[in-house]
Each structure stands twice: as structure tokens, then as C-alpha cells.
């Protein structure tokens, strides 16, 4: 609830202050400072507590998880079926690499591509 309380707010301030030409933009003040929130916390060690660090790293999530619905919602241009079983491939790997437990950082970014082809 947070997450999305987080997200509307930020979107209904931008169109109160953008109601004509630029209200097509509202989706980007979805987008919350939670990088640097984490950062934040982080500088704090174990002064912050982990159930508010859990917290922020949750909220995170949601907010990206919902960040990524919105463009996909209120954004589309066109759908590319051929690349829907090589995302799904891609998730498969990256869900069998936490299966084994696999820390390395090089599985996970061999599996897609190192965001090259984004």
C-alpha cells in the first residue's frame, strides 16, 4: 500500500503543475529516490534497524514492479512475440542460478546479455 501510495501521489503532483502538453509525463515522478534511501541506510550500518531496512528494500520492489506496469500498461507500442519465449528462457536461467545458490555476479549477467541488447 505503500508502494502504490508512493506512486500515485508523485504522479497527481505532476499533473496538478502539468495539466496540458507535458501531462503525458506523469509516469516519471513515479519514480521514487529509493536508490539513495538505501545508500542512505547503508551509511548508517547497523544504526538502522534491519526491519526498516527490510522495509525500504520492499518498498523497492513494489515500486519497481510497479514502475514497470505502468510503462507496460500506459506505454505500449507494439508486442514482439518472438522475444517473449526468449525472456521467459532468460527468467528460467536466472530462477535455476538462485536455485544453486549461485553468487557470482558473471551467471546473471551472461544470462542476459550484460544489458547490451536493452
Not at 514502475?67 to 512475440?81: G, K, N, T
Request: hydrophobic share 55%.
Amino acid at each position: 500500500m505503500a508502494a502504490l501510495g508512493g506512486a500515485i501521489a508523485p504522479a497527481l503532483i505532476y499533473l496538478a503543475f502539468n495539466p496540458r502538453a507535458t501531462a503525458a509525463g506523469w509516469s516519471v515522478p513515479t519514480d521514487t529516490g529509493t536508490p539513495f534511501t538505501l545508500g542512505l541506510l547503508a551509511l548508517f550500518g547497523s544504526r538502522a534497524s534491519i526491519g526498516l531496512k527490510v522495509f525500504v528494500t520492499t518498498y523497492a520492489v513494489a515500486c519497481d514492479v510497479l514502475a514497470i506496469l505502468i510503462l507496460a500498461v500506459f506505454y505500449p507500442r507494439a508486442i514482439h512475440a518472438a522475444w517473449l519465449p526468449a525472456s521467459a528462457a532468460t527468467v528460467l536461467v536466472m530462477v535455476i542460478f538462485n536455485r544453486w545458490r549461485a553468487h557470482a555476479t558473471w551467471p546473471y549477467l551472461a544470462a542476459t546479455d550484460g544489458g547490451r541488447n536493452t
